[in-house]
């Protein structure tokens, strides 16, 4: 894990006041588990034939992928609640932080995109926060898809009521999902869609090409799911 050094200047600023600032009782409300297998009738509708294996893969990463969401949401906090986003090397705790002390954007430091992009043959789980509890972006499933050593994204509302998880399986069609890659970026290209927009549409059109999509709800002051997941 890397020291990250924080620009207490820029920490100084005043949060904006849609901004849902994160909190130690909020942290502490997150639950442990990712996936219940009370959850397995929501699972099939999201994942089809990979339920099972969503179920085993996170029986086995549960308490790591809990440990790195809760780091982030501290870490998070510390970047006085800004996006922040964590890269993690699967199977270590090897995590690198980075933030732009910003609200509604977050990007890969360069060193990050450099392990993305070399011939290793590690794989990542990217983790980031969204400070107005929205649900992931179509830019945010772009950076998930556009990647093929990221095998996981996770998202962690500012609230910390939602977290949202989207996985490649071993269905994973990459073929398919370059050429929807393609006519996503047109279109944003074109500003026929917003890269900020919601990504439910997205999400479940790539249900079909081996991306799993699930979230779990850490506590019960609405029973309302996240936007992309009803939709
Ligand atoms: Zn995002």
Not at 13 to 22: D, G, K, L, Q, R
Not at 58 to 66: D, E, P, R, T
Not at 188 to 204: C, E, N, P, T, V
């Amino acid at each position: 894990m890397n020291n990250v050094n924080i620009d207490k200047d820029k920490v100084n600023n005043t949060i904006p006041s849609w901004v849902t600032p994160i909190t130690d009782e909020n942290i502490g409300k997150l639950k442990r588990q990712y996936y219940y297998e009370e959850n397995k009738s929501k699972l099939v509708k999201y994942c089809g034939e990979d339920v099972d294996y969503i179920l085993n893969e996170h029986k086995k990463q549960n308490s790591i992928l809990f440990t790195a969401t809760k780091e982030l949401m501290k870490k998070a906090k510390d970047y006085n609640s800004a996006e922040t986003l964590v890269l993690m090397q699967n199977g270590t705790r090897r995590a690198d932080y980075t933030s732009q002390y910003d609200y509604e954007n977050v990007q890969f430091k360069l060193g990050m995109k450099k392990v993305l992009l070399d011939n290793g043959e590690e794989t990542y789980t990217v983790l980031h926060n969204h400070p107005n509890n929205s649900n992931f972006s179509i830019q945010d499933v772009l950076t998930f898809i556009g990647y093929s050593k990221i095998t996981q994204s996770i998202l962690c509302t500012n609230s910390c009521q939602y977290t949202a998880i989207l996985l490649k399986t071993n269905n994973y069609k990459s073929f398919e999902v370059n050429l929807i890659t393609k006519i996503i970026s047109f279109l944003i290209s074109k500003d026929i869609l917003d890269r900020h927009g919601s990504a439910s549409r997205l999400i479940k059109l790539l249900y079909r090409f081996g991306v799993c999509y699930n979230e779990l709800m850490h506590y019960a002051d609405n029973t309302e799911g996240m936007d992309s997941s009803e939709n």
